[in-house]
């Protein structure tokens, strides 16, 4: 049999248990009180305050569960186990789709790593947006979202939920908390979604007051925090949900897809109910191989992120210096520098992410095409948080479901190059190649 860690002495291996006993530490879905508390301090103290999971013969790494299916010794048990009475609380599994212990294992990461109780991980960061949405919002709901989102994001609340679900959606600009206020309809808004540091324009929101303004109107605050993992702790806040792809910069290496729910108890084992749950139901299950994976990267988040973090800043203050429009909280002249130093997990600087106002698309392509093909200095692809630099023109890529006006609402130009610095190389090997990049546009555009 399989092996758990007994979380109340961390030193003991126990053998895990398929019968119908329920006396078990029933912590299996939940990040210990200690991490949350560590959390406030630093999220690298919250993630090497849990559980440590050996394998099945005692290696440092815990076994992959990769069956589908889960077998019991007792007819009875599967009958405790359908009713709802034992679960994987107790070490009761009954089948992957529902709960796997290598993905709860990654799951409380996860909710280390945010600060929340519980969390649960799925198959993208699109099911896991999706699937929050559709637990905490009914036929004839309404939701408040800031106007610059991922554009697969608006699209689901501008045009899939309405036509599928009867769910709508007002868009207003974030950062005016007056506006987000009237937008919330008392009795019939069910969430307040947004992101904490947006996709790409990097407005930073203020988690803190627009929480205490959700709240005192009854409305549940969800926050995508995929840009800003460990820079950012929305939960500490008084964020309700934070919502991943864990994709981006936890997964680093542009190879796995991805998402997570971070947040309640409550809402984690709602949306894993066999009846009403709409993370069981709809099923965006994680594969456990992918799950030991991500696992085994999340313990080096912290030190990945510091490197993105200080590279992006130091190109941001350089690109400033060449007198280019650049935008990054880090810089004094972001319009939220202030906020953001007030709620930074300051280790972990301001990002890895900077964008670079080119103003047409022309000027944004031409600037990539000898970034990435004359002196390498970065990939033009999507996506973020890989080791080499990925730059891309939002406008015509992550953002392309989004029209002009509504670009031109969220404050994305079309010439607006979203860069994710990446770490590979030398810092300053990597700054020569931007600059030569830089200075063959420069003299290409004044012939």
Known sequence: MAHILNTQNPLTISGKKRNDRDDEDGDSMVAKKTSLMACEADPAVALASIRHEFGEHGGVNMSIEASATFTVMEPETMRRM??????????????????????LNLSRQMAALEGTQAAYCTSSGMSAISSVLL?????????????????????????FLPRTCNITTSFVDITDHGAVADAIIEGRTHVLYFESMANPTLTVADTPELSRMAHEKGVTVVVDNTFAPMVLSPAKFGADVVVHSISKFISGGADIIAGA?????????????LRGGSLMLLGPTMNAKVAFELSERIPHLGLRMKEHSRRA??????????????????????????????????????????????????RANKLMTYLQNATQFGLMAVSLGYYETLMSCSSSSTSSEL????????GISPGLVRMSVGYAGTLEQKWTQFEKAFIRMVLTWSR
């Not at 034992?86 to 796997?100: A, I, K, T």
């Open 135 to 159: 637990q905490l919002c009914s036929s004839g709901g309404h939701v408040v979202a800031s106007k610059t989102l991922y554009g697969g994001t608006h699209a689901l609340l501008s045009h």
């Open 313 to 362: 800043q130091v190109y941001a203050e350089r690109m400033r210096e060449l007198g280019m429009k650049v935008i990054y909280p880090g810089l004094k002249d972001h319009p939220q520098h202030k906020l953001a130093t007030e709620i930074v997990n300051r280790e972990y600087g301001y990002g890895g992410l900077l964008s670079i106002d080119m103003e047409t698309e022309e």
């Open 261 to 273: 729910v971070c947040g309640s108890e409550k809402l984690v084992k709602g949306m894993m109910d």
């Open 82 to 103: 359908f009713a709802g009475e034992l679960g994987p609380e107790n070490d009761f599994f009954v089948y992957s789709r529902h709960f796997n212990p290598t993905v």
């Open 403 to 410: 029209d002009p006006s509504q670009k031109a609402a969220a």
